[in-house]
């Protein structure tokens, strides 16, 4: 099984759409959160950081984790074009990052 | 203040030849980490290391891969006798102090391709 699972997509929603990304882990040392955006050849982008269990909102996004349920979540809200991109789901329990494989995402203007 | 800072951006190499991949963290952060991806994986640890000493290599292959970060320059992680296998993007992240007490930050990758 693996550390952390996150389905691939891909994901295709039109404009304006509320989008949720979602990722399960099984490793129950997890305390710190991340969720990252990666355009097409390039870096990940850090977009939120979380510890432990509860909601974070930075803008038009907002991370969710439930450590009883080892499922973390990602809503967008008015998603935009510029939104497309693949969001990659992080978790650590030590100095290591754990990825999930990514999910594609395109917004349709 | 500028971002994490790999070169090259693309790298191509013979097999059987040496890569060297060149990672400046951001300005203040002195905590840097290898990740490898592989098409239709996601990110997989390699390396930790501060200034001068590696902290955790668990992910480190044992042969032909090496990583240093010394007090002055970049950090590179070294692959000796290249094979296919080890094309995939190589990105590194920086952060200030210890991860996860910080939030890490990536660079822009080093995309290898063997041939």
């Known amino acids: 099984q693996k550390e952390v699972e996150q389905d691939p997509g891909p994901l295709s929603v039109p404009e304006g759409a509320i989008v949720s990304l979602n990722c399960t882990y099984s490793n129950s040392a997890f305390q710190y959160f991340m969720w990252y955006r990666q355009y097409s050849r390039k870096g990940p982008e850090l977009l939120m950081y979380?510890?432990?269990?509860g909601n974070k909102e930075d803008g038009r996004f907002t991370a969710q984790v439930d450590k009883s349920s080892k499922y973390i979540s990602l809503f967008i809200r008015d998603s935009q074009p510029s939104d497309s991109a693949t969001y990659l789901c992080?978790?650590?329990?030590?100095?290591?990052?754990?990825f999930g494989t990514g999910t594609s995402l395109t917004v349709i203007p | 203040n500028a971002g994490v800072m790999q070169n090259p951006r693309h790298l191509v190499r013979r097999r059987g030849q040496e890569a060297r991949l060149r990672c400046s963290p951001m300005k203040g952060h002195s905590h840097v980490y290898w990740y490898r991806q592989l098409p239709e994986e996601g990110l997989k640890f390699m390396v930790y290391?501060?200034?001068?000493?590696?902290?955790?290599e668990s992910g480190m292959p044992k042969e032909r891969f090496s990583a240093e970060f010394p007090k002055e320059g970049p950090s590179i992680l070294r692959i000796q006798q290249v094979v296919r296998g080890d094309s995939a993007a190589y990105f590194c992240?920086?952060?200030?102090?210890?991860?996860?007490?910080?939030?890490?930050?990536f660079g822009q990758g080093t995309r290898l391709t063997v041939v």
């Open positions: 992080a978790m650590s329990a030590g100095n290591q990052f754990y």
């Open positions: 290391l501060q200034k001068e000493n590696i902290i955790d």
């Open positions: 979380t510890y432990s269990s």
């Open positions: 992240a920086s952060s200030p102090t210890y991860h996860p007490d910080t939030e890490a930050f």
